[in-house]
């Protein structure tokens, strides 16, 4: 069987330095607490995995290791009741700015309404070139938009004794809306400080973001004041209390 260096027993120092076999556990244990998978992933064989878990963390130098970690890791009462009211408070709303904007709108105008808008533009630039005072080269290039209205006109007045009910599709008059944009920045900085599930990308790069449920925080909000009580009552048989059950964690132990 795979054993590492090391003294397992009471007398070992507290003080005993990890190998980097050791220190690999350790860290991959911290991350979901399953001692098997952390020795697999320290390089441990598959077949000693979960004893050599077992015995690793009851040696008490690693297991001082752990313990330290954790209670770096563990949050005060007040920094889970602050992140616990955050996450029921959040909303996706918060994450998006509102701001105006022009857009300009696709209508559908028949042809008799395109082919009065064209006279009207015809008749107005007509009158802006005679009081323009245009040189030649303006002139030049008044006359040839003219030309093409009237063609347009034309080419439309033909269309319509074909077909009275033709019409297109074009650009209508802009106007000023509500648009909302997704302010990432602070998305960002709501995931990095926990309060949102997850935050990840389609190939396309629009965000796809997991909330935290605000209902089950809000639940656990109530109890931690106290506004909820739970009463379990559980016995044995013939209806004797169950024996109690002792938990260790980060030293302490903990009935339940």
Known sequence: METDKGTNGEEASQLQKLTAKEERFCMEYLVDLNASRAARSAGYSEKTARQIGYENLTKPYIRSFIDARLK?????????LKM???????????FFTISKKEYTPRVIKTLGQLIKELETEITLNAEYAEEAELNDDETEAHQAEQKWRRRQVLKYKIELRHNPSASRIVNGEPEMI???ELDLV???????????KSLSY????????????????????????GLYIDKTEVTGKDGEPLPKQVIVIGGKEIEF
Do not use: C, F
């Open 72 to 80: 770096e890791k563990t949050m005060r009462a007040d920094e889970v």
């Open 84 to 94: 616990t009211s955050d996450i029921a408070k959040s909303s996706l709303n918060e």
């Open 178 to 180: 509500e648009a909302a």
């Open 186 to 196: 602070k998305l960002v900085k709501a995931k990095e400080s926990g309060r949102i």
């Open 202 to 225: 389609t190939p396309s790069g629009i965000p796809k973001i997991d909330m935290y449920s605000a209902d089950a925080a809000l639940v656990s909000l109530a109890r931690m004041h």
